[in-house]
């Protein structure tokens, strides 16, 4: 016994250590490479568009209200069934043959035995539900239908939105590839105007001028930044998904 409890534990040992060799397998986020086109780097617009609108909260809240809309008309359709009632009794009795006979409008002579089982069914139709069924119904069909269009209409909505965004956000991406290269060209162009001004090549007003230009294109360069940034974070709760899910695999 000792024997196999101690070849049962060097197994569970050995399988353990096989399975603390194993390495979890990191997938690294998708990160945009600045040196690429970012419309090349992100999946199609299409693609982009489906997913806004199957995260989309607001489109949700038409779906639920159009399945609403769909349940009133289909209940509409049925509640007649209400005036529908079965009946089953039993009475036990002398086996006497009781005849009744009311005089309320509509009713009949009817004849039971005052023993046994009895069951039916009752129909009443009140005069509201055969004249006023048909509209009640086309009400909710009405509002059925709007419902729908106003899914319809939250969808159209989310897509014009979507589309602006994405290629708002192309631009700015573009515009910040601009406004960088010419921040580094004024950079430069003062760097080089700072030594000439030392060697007397050149004046303080031509070193001012430049200077003024450098730091206008620090300033662009902040502005299209800001405006890249605020497009980038719109994107994901826009579309419902952290913007690294729009990135094409490679």
Known sequence: MRYIITIYLALLAA??????????????PLELDEGKDLQVQLVPLDSIIDLAVKNSPAVKFQKD???????QLDFAKRVWTNNIMGFVNYSTGNQSIVSSDSQSPGSVASSNITSGFRMGVQI???????????????LYK?????????RDESVQELK???IQTYYNLLYANNLLSIRSEAKESAINQYTIAQKQFKDGAIDVLE???LKTIEVNARADYEE???QFSTLYAQME???????????AKK
């Open 142 to 150: 009405y509002q059925y239908n709007s419902s729908i269009n106003k």
């Open 237 to 247: 709760p826009l579309v419902g998904v952290p913007f690294n899910r729009l990135i």
């Open 65 to 71: 209200l159009v399945e609403s809309s769909k349940a």
């Open 224 to 226: 299209a930044k800001r």
């Open 15 to 28: 399988t353990s250590s096989c399975f603390g060799q194993v390495k979890p397998i990191n997938k690294e």
């Open 124 to 138: 009443n139709l009140p005069l509201y539900e055969l004249v006023g069924r048909k509209s009640r119904v086309n």
């Open 160 to 162: 014009k939105e979507v």
């Open 207 to 209: 070193l001012s001028r």
